[in-house]
């Protein structure tokens, strides 16, 4: 435990599963900040190299680390997989001990998550979500957006442990789905913005205007935001790789933003425009790519 | 003529023609640079009154102006305001002086500049066109951003004038439609925030999160951007009145983009979107409200 810890977590021992390309650096943080003696685990194990080396311990047998801890952070790609460790047998609902607390950090549908944390609740378990804004750098950095939802003394508990990943964290309340949510409308305003530079710079290219001079003008007079600037520079300068966030996640979002207007008969134009994009940019073949490769998807349309 | 001037413009005096809610405090501006003695003409003469007080003269006799004048500015609505004024009788071209200037410093079509620009030279006169970004209060602080295309023998002349109201100057290049593509495709930028943004606010009210909040998550998570934030506020507190920008406006700029776009058959279907929406606005009243007042649309439509 670090002394100098803003707020001590009560907790001095927890349980890290997913080492993809924002879990790596985030529980790398998370370890290097000594507030808590991390064990780890992933399918692929040969990931969590780095992090041993850091001073975690391997976690090989799931079920028996989730029976010995009081904290499990899980930061996966999709429902998919948090259900797969959650609901196996010896899995997180069957194996964690009650009174545990379950920090689920993915970009996951709000629906599932009311789901998830009902099942939790039955077990005598606290189910935490708390999805975060940036890509792989500024998980690195140590420097995310986090949005907590939860019970308040599970938020008590975990926010120091939160904070050596990112700040702000904001605490939006003690329904897990609500960070969700949040999460999912601010990619899709995100994607909002690719399609609106998308289809400025397909005809800004088409009537000769230069797109890099039209996004430095833009971002001066109007916005002075250094993500139109970044997303409206990728677009420029068609370099969609290496990718930051992919064609085939921004699909993912989309779809769940979606589902639920669907579910509440919600129209949004722009949504199912963004839907046929990135279902048209895979198609293509640009499903690895930036999804700023929605740019190239609106200039192949424009000839 | 101003000592201090970083760069005398060779002009000692002009006519400005156009006293709306933003060529008011433009002319007023440029009158207070003491750069130039400035004649003023509008439609309603009761307008230039704030003008003459500033020590403007008044211009009844439109054509007779023109006649004794090397430089001209207008800031009007529309092509059609335009039109009027350049091809009537007794207008700017049939009275502007061989070499004389004409500034065109309004929102137009770039398919009408670049045919305002060959009857220009038709009759040994130069067009510079040099729209804005900026609300009337940006025009009352001298801080707009300007865009300015034109020979560059004229935009030298007129560059000192026009940072009398406004700066940076971006100058982009000796054709005078170049400047006004940048302008609508700008405009067509903040369209599709205002989509994005009326979409997001209006799926996360039915489903229980605070539009404020999120706003402020997003800006501080994401954007780090004033229009962003400010848009989000109008439409978060759905603060449409007073207008900073008319829907109707809005429905026009959009009109100019997806007009010319057409000619290029460039499809856009962000733009269909904004043109189906801001009608649907105009058709319910909200047509005098602010452009964001497209958030109220697509509330009306979430139910």
């Given at each position: ?74 930061m996966l790609a999709d429902d998919a997989a948090v259900r797969d460790v959650a609901e196996r047998p010896g899995g997180i609902l069957d194996k964690l001990p009650a009174g545990g607390i379950h920090v689920c950090m993915g970009t996951l549908s709000p629906t599932f998550m009311d789901m998830l944390s009902e099942k939790h609740q039955q077990k005598g378990q606290v189910l935490v979500s708390a999805p975060v804004f940036g890509r792989p750098d500024r998980a690195k ?163």
């Open positions: 435990m670090n002394e100098n810890s803003e707020k001590p977590s009560n907790i001095s021992e927890a349980l890290w599963i997913g080492a993809g390309n924002m879990g790596l650096p985030m529980a790398s943080n998370l370890i290097s900040s000594n507030k808590i003696r991390l064990s780890v685990h992933n399918r692929t194990p040969g990931r969590l190299l780095p992090l041993e080396k850091a001073g975690a311990r391997r976690s090989d047998d799931l079920s028996r680390s989730l029976s010995e801890t009081p904290l499990v952070f899980t950095a140590g420097t995310l957006t986090i949005i907590a939802a939860g019970p308040t003394a599970a938020l008590d508990s975990v926010e120091p442990l939160l904070k050596t990943m990112g700040s702000p964290v904001f605490r939006v309340g003690d329904t897990p789905s609500r960070a969700n949510y949040i999460k999912i409308l601010g990619n899709f305003t995100l994607g909002g913005l690719l399609e609106t530079l998308a289809e400025s710079l397909a005809l800004a290219r088409k009537v000769g205007v230069s797109p890099g001079q039209l996004i430095e003008i833009l971002d001066t007079a109007l916005y002075h935001s250094p993500v139109f600037r970044a997303y409206g520079q990728i677009m420029a300068e068609e370099k969609f790789e290496p990718a930051g966030f992919w064609m085939r996640l921004g699909l993912k979002d989309v779809r769940l933003v979606l589902r639920e207007a669907d579910k509440l008969d919600v129209s949004l134009p722009l949504g199912d425009i963004l839907h046929a994009g990135f279902l048209a940019g895979i198609h293509r073949g640009y499903g690895e790519w930036d999804w700023a490769a929605l740019g190239r998807v609106r200039d192949d349309d424009a000839g």
